[in-house]
């Protein structure tokens, strides 16, 4: 097998990127659209007008402190957290998070679509918290259909 013969070299790096040409770019839409299909539908069925009950945003329920996680992390996105109330805006918002938080040095695996969907859920350590396992089972069971 060529990865582990690349290994074996301690070429790590060569490795890694190797899987990042296997995987594609993860903070791509097209890589995660049934992944943020199911959080839109869980979240609000997907409602950009909905208002969560701390003041959640957008089809997504995003909170003003994750919309400024992501946009500190891509500045490029720009907007304001009003725009959250559109989902194709929240959606790059979520990738961004999802870029600045669910990637393999913070989370010590390869990244899931669980763990993005607990650390959406429950902040950067989310994919940790025992109270965001019944936010996975409500997005799993909305992948399955």
Known sequence: MLYKKILRNGSL??????????????????????????????????NDDAVGLVGEIGAYQIRWCYWKDATDFDPTIGGTYQDCKDSEYSKQIVLAYWSRYAIINRVGKVVTDEDRARIHNGGPNGYKKDCTKIYWDKIKNELLH
């Open 13 to 46: 790096i060569l490795a890694v990127m190797v899987t990042l040409t296997i995987l594609g770019n993860p903070t791509k839409v097209e890589n995660h659209q049934k992944l943020l299909n199911a959080i839109c539908t869980v979240e609000s069925n997907c």
